[in-house]
C-alpha cells in the first residue's frame, strides 16, 4: 500500500506472489518456488494474530481489492477456519450491514476469557443470603394473586416433584396470597395445567407433579401391579376421558362393594406410578384429607350436628339415581385419562429439564441437581449445563460460597445476587418490624437447606427434606424444623431473637388452619419443657401448656 514495512526474509515469496512486492537486492535468490493461495495465506496470517475484523481493514493494510479479500476470506470461512458473523458492538454506521471475520481459534480464545471475566464480576454470597435470594427469585410473599399469578407460578414449579397434601395448604398459599383451590381446577379443566403422580406417600399422600403443554412427562415409576390396574389402562387405551363408574361399566367385575374398593385401589396405584390423571384435583384433596396437613375447615356447632346429618342422608336419598346407577366416590371424581406421552428424544427431554431447574432456582449448584433427582447426576448436567454455557445460555461462576465453582445461573439471577451483596435493607421488613420470617414446606424448592445448602450441624435427630414438615426461616438463617404431624421440633440456635418471631410465625401457620391441631410434645431430643428457650417462645407466641405438652389450635 506504497510503505515501508519490516518482514522477515522467509515472508519474501509470499509478499512478492500475493502483493507483487520485487525481491529487495541483497537477498539470497533461492526463493524461486511459487506460493499457492499466497492471498489466502496473508487472509489466514491476519487472521491468527487479531481479533474480529472487517475486510475494509484488511484491504487497506495490503493495498488489495475488497473483493480480492472477500474470496479468500470465503475459501477460509468454509472449512471453518475463519467464522464469519457480528462480533463487536463498536460499528461504523455505513458499515452496518457488513460481516465481520474471526479465526476459530481466535475466537474460542475470546470467550473463554470474557466467560473467566464475567465470573469475576460477582463476589460470592454467604449462603445465608442466597437463603434469602431463594424465596425472593420464587416469588415468596411477593403479593401476586390471581389465576394468571398462578400460573406464572406453576410454571416455575413445573416438573417438581411436591406432596400432594401440602400443595394447596403451604406451598401455593406462601406465594399467591388469594389463593382457593378453584383457581387450580379452572387451569386444570381448561388445559393449561396437567398433573402427574411421581410414587405413594403411605396410604394417603403422594408425591405430585405439575406439567404444562409442550412438556414431556417423565415416564411412569412401575408397571401396574394388578390385574384390575391392567385392566383399567386397557379400557383407557382408546384415548378420551373416562368416569370411573363408566370404565367399570365396561365390565361385570366392579359389581359388588369389595371388587369396587378393588378397582379404587387400583386406580391410585396407577395415578401415583404415573400412568393417569384426571382434569381436576378433586380427587386427590379427597385422598389426602387424611394427611397431616389439613384444609381449614369451618367449626359447626355441636347443638345441630345430629340435625345436620341427618339432612344430608335425606338429601342424598333423594338425589341418588334410581336402578342402581353408582355414584363415584369423592377418590374417583372427574374424567380419568392416561397421560400421553410423546418420542421426545432423551437428549431434549433432559435440556428442558435443565431449563426448567435454572428458572426455578436461578443459581444452579450440585445439591439442586441432585435433589431434583436429574437423569444420569449431576455429571450428565454438568456437561450439559457447560455447553449452554459456551451458548451464551447461562453463566458459570464461583457464586454462593462454600459450594465450589460448578455453579450455574442464569444472566438476571446474577444482577439479583448482586443486588443481595450490595444492598440488603430491602431483606427487612418495612418500618423495623423485625426480620423476615417463612413457613414452608420442608420439600419446598424455596427452601434451600438440604438441597442447594446443607443442613446446620447439631448432634442427634438431624432434619430432612420430608413430606409433612416444614421449615421457619428467619432473615434466611433456618430457625425451625418440625416434624410431619407437628410432635417433634428441632430447634438451631438459642438466641431469643431468633426464636421468638419463628415461634411466631410458626403460631400463625396454626392459626391459619395449615396442620390443624398442634401439640408440640418433644423439642431437640427432649421434652419440649426441658427446652427451656423453645418453650418460653412458644407460649409467649399462643401455645398453651398440656400435659402432653404444647398445644395450639386453629383459630376460630
Not at 65 to 77: D, F, H, K, P, T
Not at 160 to 189: C, F, G, K
Not at 512 to 527: N, P, Q, S, Y
Request: proline share 6%; net charge neutral; aromatic share 6%.
Amino acid at each position: 500500500a506504497g510503505q515501508d514495512v519490516l518482514a522477515v526474509t522467509e515472508d519474501i515469496p509470499l509478499l512478492r506472489d500475493g502483493l507483487g512486492i520485487p525481491v529487495p537486492p541483497g537477498v539470497a535468490a533461492n526463493f524461486t518456488d511459487l506460493i499457492d493461495q499466497p492471498v489466502q495465506a496473508l487472509v489466514l496470517r491476519w487472521a491468527r494474530s487479531h481479533g474480529p475484523f472487517e475486510l475494509q481493514t484488511l484491504a487497506a493494510r495490503y493495498g488489495l481489492g475488497e473483493a480480492v479479500i472477500a474470496a479468500a476470506a470465503q475459501q477460509l470461512v468454509g472449512p471453518g477456519t475463519l467464522v464469519a458473523g457480528t462480533f463487536t458492538e463498536e460499528r461504523d454506521e455505513h458499515r452496518a450491514g457488513t460481516d465481520q471475520y474471526c479465526h476459530s481459534r481466535v475466537l474460542a480464545l475470546v470467550k473463554r476469557r470474557s466467560l473467566a471475566a464475567l465470573r469475576k464480576e460477582v463476589e460470592p454470597i454467604e449462603q445465608v443470603a442466597f437463603a434469602r435470594f431463594l424465596p425472593e427469585w420464587q416469588g415468596i410473599g411477593s403479593g401476586a394473586r390471581g389465576t394468571d399469578a398462578l400460573l406464572s407460578v406453576l410454571e416455575q414449579l413445573a416438573g417438581y416433584p411436591m406432596p400432594a397434601s401440602m400443595i394447596e395448604t403451604v406451598i401455593l398459599p406462601a406465594r399467591i396470597i388469594d389463593y382457593a383451590p378453584a383457581m387450580l381446577d379452572q387451569l386444570t379443566s381448561s388445559g393449561e395445567v396437567s398433573w402427574l403422580g411421581d410414587g405413594a406417600i403411605g396410604e394417603s399422600d403422594g408425591w405430585l407433579r405439575f406439567i404444562l403443554p409442550g412438556m414431556e412427562p417423565p415416564p411412569p415409576r412401575a408397571d401396574p401391579a394388578t390385574f384390575a390396574g391392567r385392566q383399567l389402562l386397557e379400557r383407557m387405551a382408546p384415548g378420551g376421558a373416562w368416569f370411573f363408574d363408566a370404565l367399570l361399566a365396561e365390565g361385570e367385575e366392579g359389581s359388588s362393594t369389595s371388587a369396587r374398593a378393588g378397582y379404587t385401589a387400583a386406580l391410585w396405584d396407577l395415578v401415583w406410578s404415573g400412568h393417569i390423571t384426571a382434569d381436576t384435583l378433586a380427587p386427590v384433596r379427597a385422598q389426602t384429607a387424611g394427611g397431616a396437613i389439613k384444609h381449614p375447615r369451618k367449626p359447626v356447632s355441636r347443638l345441630h350436628t345430629s340435625h345436620l346429618h341427618t339432612s344430608r342422608l335425606a338429601a342424598a336419598r333423594l338425589s341418588r339415581p334410581r336402578g342402581g346407577t353408582r355414584l363415584s366416590s369423592p377418590t374417583t371424581a372427574g374424567r380419568w385419562g392416561r397421560v400421553t406421552r410423546t418420542s421426545q428424544s432423551a437428549s431434549n427431554r433432559f435440556t428442558g429439564d435443565l431449563f426448567a431447574q435454572l428458572d426455578r432456582y436461578g443459581v444452579l449448584t450440585r445439591g439442586s441437581v441432585l435433589t431434583e433427582d436429574s437423569q444420569g447426576g449431576f455429571g450428565a448436567a454438568y456437561r450439559a449445563l457447560s455447553a449452554l454455557e459456551e451458548s451464551g445460555q447461562c453463566r458459570r461462576g464461583y457464586f454462593i460460597e462454600g459450594l465450589g465453582a460448578a455453579q450455574f445461573a442464569l444472566t438476571g439471577a446474577v444482577d439479583r445476587l448482586r443486588a443481595h451483596l450490595t444492598d440488603r435493607t430491602h431483606l427487612q421488613k418495612a418500618d423495623n418490624a423485625g426480620p423476615a420470617t417463612l413457613v414452608l414446606a420442608a420439600c419446598d424448592p424455596a427452601n434451600p437447606y438440604g438441597a442447594a445448602l446443607p443442613w446446620p450441624e447439631r448432634e442427634g435427630h438431624r432434619p430432612g427434606r420430608k413430606a409433612g414438615a416444614l421449615v421457619v426461616l428467619v432473615d434466611g438463617a433456618l430457625a425451625l424444623y418440625v416434624e410431619r404431624g407437628g410432635k417433634t421440633l428441632l430447634s438451631f440456635g438459642a438466641e431469643q431473637a431468633v426464636l421468638s418471631p419463628a415461634a411466631a410465625a410458626l403460631a400463625g401457620s396454626v392459626s391459619a388452619g395449615m396442620l390443624g391441631k398442634v401439640t408440640i410434645e418433644r423439642a431437640d431430643g427432649g421434652h419440649v419443657f426441658a427446652a427451656v428457650a423453645v418453650s418460653e417462645a412458644l407460649q409467649q407466641a399462643g401455645f398453651r401448656m398440656t400435659p402432653q405438652g404444647l398445644r395450639l389450635r386453629p383459630a376460630g
